[in-house]
């Protein structure tokens, strides 16, 4: 199946043969592109996406949903989608995975999926999912409060879905597959475009990115080499499965005060810290974060303990491994990221918060003891 450029593209038989994937029987007459979200619109990172409406067959199942989510690559003949950050195809690869082949097991708030398909010839991608919004979901970003009670909801998905995958032998079984930290379409991007193009650029185009580099003490060669090193120590700790983009922007809020989770692009095999330090460095202020994040840390493991998990991490490994963590929330999370994904304020908000747990913590003086 080819994935056409521009979401106005899509066929009614393009969908039907992505929708049978998961729903067989499934049938769309029409497809209507309601608004489309492109490059540069400062309200999508690495992916296009489009609110639509689906018409089906007669004889189709009655309950799939008519409105939804179309998140596919971008239209490379729109000016500067030649960017790095849009070429990202193992992430693609990787979402697709995810939503055809965890999704529909995982018994978490996350947004339906109506199928997927990554084309590796073209190297482009198309999700359909259900559009939150019509259930009430409204979406938080760090410009806006958001609250220790808010982020404890947030933990209490991402605890059950480490739980439920904590060291499981399914990681050696029917989900062999999974990516990690370590090998994977999603890590050769960390370790080669990312640093190579994009952290590279960020730092010629944008002044106030390399001066943080200064006033840390650091350089984006020891950045990439603290993160390796930190991902091979997180790797001979125990293993789950990680959202793996876990800030703020990634989550939503439901009426009833519960939240969900979506933008899978980066779930791996992995650490959980890494998840849980994102939300926590990411959600909260600054003042809000050195208040309460000990006893978000305390929270998540008793979480872990609730859902099932025997032997969590001790609070004094959990402390240890946040102030390691603080590390790639900071050099992949914000560095990398241009402004035209989120916009300015969001951007610099998010690298401020990020930036200075790294300083709180003494984060990169505990990962060169990794080196």
Avoid at 8 to 22: A, C, E, K, S
Avoid at 151 to 168: G, M, P, Q
């Amino acid at each position: 199946m080819e994935i056409p450029p521009s979401p106005y593209d899509l066929t009614p038989g393009l969908m039907t043969d992505i929708v049978r994937q998961v729903v067989p029987g499934a049938a769309i007459d029409a497809v209507t592109i309601i608004k489309s979200h492109e490059y540069g619109d400062g309200d999508v990172s690495t992916s296009a996406r489009a609110t639509a409406k689906f018409e089906y067959s007669d004889g189709s199942p009655a309950d799939l949903p008519r409105d939804v989510i179309l998140k596919l690559s971008f239209d490379p003949r729109k000016k500067g989608t030649d960017a790095w950050y849009c070429q990202l195809d193992g992430l693609f690869a990787n979402e697709v995975n995810f939503y055809n082949r965890i999704r529909p097991s995982l018994a978490i708030e996350a947004p339906g999926s109506l199928g997927g398909h990554f084309d590796p010839a073209t190297k482009r991608y198309l999700l359909i999912m259900e559009d939150v919004t019509c259930r009430g979901a409204t979406f938080p970003s760090n410009l806006g409060p958001v609250g220790v009670e808010n982020v404890k909801r947030i933990l209490d998905v991402i605890a059950r879905v480490h739980a439920t995958y904590w060291d499981s032998e399914r990681f050696a079984g029917d989900l062999a597959w999974v990516e990690t930290h370590l090998t994977g379409g999603v890590e050769d991007h960390m370790r080669s475009v990312i640093p190579e193009e994009g952290i590279c650029s960020q730092l010629e185009l944008h002044k106030f990115k390399r001066e943080l580099l200064e006033r840390l003490g650091t350089t984006e060669r020891e950045l990439f080499a603290g993160m390796c090193a930190n991902k091979q120590h997180q790797a001979r700790l125990p293993q789950t499965l990680l959202h793996g983009d876990l800030h703020i922007g990634n989550t939503y809020r439901m009426p009833d005060g519960s939240v969900g989770l979506h933008d899978w692009q980066l779930c791996v095999k992995g650490f959980a810290l890494h998840d849980v330090t994102y939300i926590i460095n990411t959600a909260l202020s600054i003042t809000e974060r050195r208040e309460h994040e000990r006893a978000l840390l305390g929270y998540y493991r008793d979480k872990l303990i609730e859902f099932g998990v025997r032997t969590p991490p001790s609070p004094d490994m959990l402390w240890t491994e946040h102030r390691r963590a603080a590390l790639w929330t900071f050099y992949i999370g914000w560095l990398t990221c241009p402004p035209e994904s989120y916009g300015w304020e969001t951007m610099a908000v998010a690298l401020l918060r990020v930036s200075t747990a790294v300083e709180d913590h003494g984060t990169l003086a505990l990962v060169r003891g990794l080196l």
